[in-house]
């Protein structure tokens, strides 16, 4: 186990259950309300945590760190064309979400782990850039800047809201979007490249399940715990919940 993980593993309660929501394409207000919703019950539990790993429909999100100059084009005429834009209150800047683009969530009781934000943060950039070595893509962080960088290129949009020292939001990995889109958002300040891919960087093709597989490898062994137990559903996406099952992650 590496040594950065080794504090939390170390203090992973013998009872804590690790509930991961394996889903499709959802629509980010849908993804929210459950974020919320597995926020909530973890603020009253203080123990467990929650991950939920899906897709979006096009839409533009704005972030604590962004703005409406970030979006080069009419935010009106964006609209119209079917991409909705949404100022929400997670870290970071401005994203353009897609089908083809991981959305990674964890809901996470940091309080419960002792761990603060920044160290948080660092964590999950550990784990995408342990997932995208996998693939042989070689990526880097930037001090002081939220995300996983490819190529010269952001190839992982990271940022987190907490409530009540429960986090939520988390990444969004681009495995195989279409990066024509992509032009019409500036990431940040200092950004003019458009962001990139796994598989652009990797030039060759990629099972998305098999992203989704090294991502829960990576990220249980960041955060351990006593039991995963794997879902397809939730009640508050409607529809007939799913039984869950035990989920091998080694």
């Known amino acids: 186990m ?3 993980y080794a504090t939390w593993a170390q203090t992973t309660p013998m009872g804590s259950v690790l509930r991961i929501y394996l889903l ?3 629509e980010f207000e849908a993804a929210l309300t459950l974020q919320r919703t597995l926020a909530f019950e973890m603020a009253e539990q203080r123990e467990g945590a929650a991950l939920v790993l899906c897709e979006h429909p096009p839409l533009v999100t704005v972030g604590r760190d962004g703005s409406p100059a970030d979006i080069r084009c009419d935010i009106e005429e964006l609209r119209r064309r079917g991409w909705p834009v949404r100022w929400v209150n997670r870290g970071g800047g401005t994203l353009l979400h897609l089908p083809g683009q991981l959305a990674i969530y964890p809901i996470l009781p940091l309080d419960w782990r002792h761990l603060g934000l ?3 943060l660092a964590r999950l950039q550990r784990i995408v850039v342990a997932v995208l070595d996998d693939f042989s893509v070689l990526a880097e962080t930037r ?3 939220p995300g996983v960088w490819a190529g010269g290129r952001l190839v992982a949009g990271i940022g987190v809201a907490v409530r009540d020292w429960v986090a939520y939001y988390g990444a969004y990995l681009n495995i195989d979007a279409d990066l024509f ?6 990431t940040g300040p200092d950004e003019q490249a458009p962001m990139t891919s796994l598989v652009r960087e990797r030039r060759a093709p990629l099972r998305p399940a098999l992203v989704r597989q090294r991502l829960l490898e990576h990220f249980t062994a960041a955060f351990p715990f006593a039991r995963t137990a794997l879902f397809s559903h939730h009640p508050c996406l409607g529809g007939q919940p799913a039984q869950p099952r035990r989920l091998r992650v080694s």
């Open 2 to 4: 590496p040594l950065e």
């Open 24 to 26: 499709g394409e959802v």
């Open 118 to 120: 920044a160290d948080y």
């Open 143 to 145: 001090p002081g800047r």
């Open 181 to 186: 889109p992509f032009r019409i958002v500036r």
